[in-house]
């Protein structure tokens, strides 16, 4: 094959993953947070199965109770999370109920910038609060990593951070990989880039090549692990999830989400090994979805629902939640979830908690007009 290496660039950019450069913060504990975009459904998660109101209200949307996986003498998970109710009853998962941002008008879009922003209104900020976050932090020239195609809003900021995703690209074959290294050898520039995708392939536990297949949870809980597992990895990181708009059919699409996230944070917890021990991972929604089921085997845009805390340095096996309950005159407007706790007061002592940042700089930092709540109970191991 006879071509110069400017004439390759072309083929090579496509080939080869960004220069992977990591957040290194002063602890061995790992952040990362999993957005559940789409709105997913809390009550039928997190499952108050012991509520005088829900059966009728959810009618042949609501999980029974004799297939639910306990917690406790009020709350059950869907039967699709079993590895999440065995990290709860090992102590390293607590489930937070009845929680929400402070946004109220239901808009996939708009909550989903409150979220990412930690505003307390719609584009009223610029940037993420995970970016905030890596500002706090000591940094030694190395990023947070996102595990998507482009940086989220989440991660958005000052701070550079980098992205990761699987190719969609056909696989390429060990002789062109062969000469891509032969041509590049000798140029002290794409050198070292090339060299740094071959390594962070090798973290995801892929070839050069990829494929255009579609990822499962457990594949994205495996490629994270081997970026998150390392001594030099990163300790902050983001994945999203989709899919949670659950308007018709919802018993078989919210099994099927749900499928995917447990056997995601299986795949995580067991491709951690050791440094498990030292993860919090985060799970969020931008909102609930109503308290009862709607015309067509779903639920509609709602208020509050429940978020996840996981991971070995969680103090868990608990459900925390000032339960506001279903009861016609205890639903928000009329029909959703009442939230009683504040989703940006849970991120904020999440992140201090983690990083041993001091909570109120922390509160502030991330969420600078957001409303400071009422208090959480500790959440992580000391």
Not at 168 to 175: F, I, R, V
Not at 351 to 363: G, I, Q, V, Y
């Amino acid at each position: 094959m006879n071509m110069d290496r400017r004439s390759f660039l072309g083929a090579a950019t496509l080939l080869a993953a960004p220069q992977v450069l990591f957040a290194q913060a002063a602890t061995e504990r790992r952040f990362i947070f999993i957005m559940q975009r789409g709105a997913a459904d809390g009550l039928n998660t997190v499952i108050p199965y012991a509520e005088p109101a829900y059966a009728s209200l959810r009618g042949a949307l609501a999980i029974d109770a004799a297939t639910a996986l306990k917690l406790d003498g009020t709350f059950a998970l869907h039967p699709a999370l079993p590895k999440l109710r065995e990290l709860y009853a090992a102590g390293q998962a607590s489930f937070v109920h009845a929680v929400a941002s402070p946004y109220r008008d239901r808009s996939h879009f708009d909550a989903q910038n409150v979220l990412e922003t930690g505003g307390r209104a719609p584009y009223q900020l610029k940037d993420g609060w995970m970016n905030r976050l890596l500002a706090l932090l000591p940094r030694d020239g190395r990023q947070a990593i996102a595990f998507s195609a482009a940086v989220p809003l989440t991660m958005q900021g000052a701070v550079a951070v980098t992205t990761y995703a699987q190719s969609a690209l056909p696989e390429a074959n060990e002789d062109l990989l062969m000469r891509v290294q032969q041509l590049y050898a000798t140029d002290r520039q794409l050198h070292p880039l090339w060299n740094s995708a071959l390594e962070a392939r090798g973290m995801a536990g892929e070839s050069m090549g990829g494929g255009a297949r579609r990822q499962d949870g457990a594949a994205i809980g495996r490629m994270a692990a081997g970026f998150l597992a390392r001594a030099d990895g990163p300790r902050i990181a983001m994945i999203e999830t989709g899919g949670w708009d659950t308007h018709s059919g919802q018993n078989a699409r919210l099994a099927r989400e749900l499928r995917g996230l447990d056997g995601l944070i299986g795949a995580l917890r067991d491709g951690m090994g050791a440094a498990w021990a030292d993860t919090v991972v985060l799970v969020a929604t931008e909102f609930g979805r109503t308290a009862a089921a709607n015309g067509t085997g779903g639920t509609d845009h709602g208020t509050a629902s429940a978020a996840m805390l996981l991971g070995g340095a969680v103090q868990g096996g608990r459900v925390i939640s000032d339960w506001p309950g279903l009861g016609p005159g205890n639903l928000f407007e009329g029909r959703d979830l009442k939230p009683t706790l504040g989703l940006d007061t849970l991120i904020a002592a999440a992140c201090a908690e983690t990083f041993r940042l001091e909570p109120e700089r922390t509160a502030r930092a991330l969420f600078p007009d957001g409303g400071r709540g009422k208090a959480v109970p500790r959440l992580l191991r000391a």
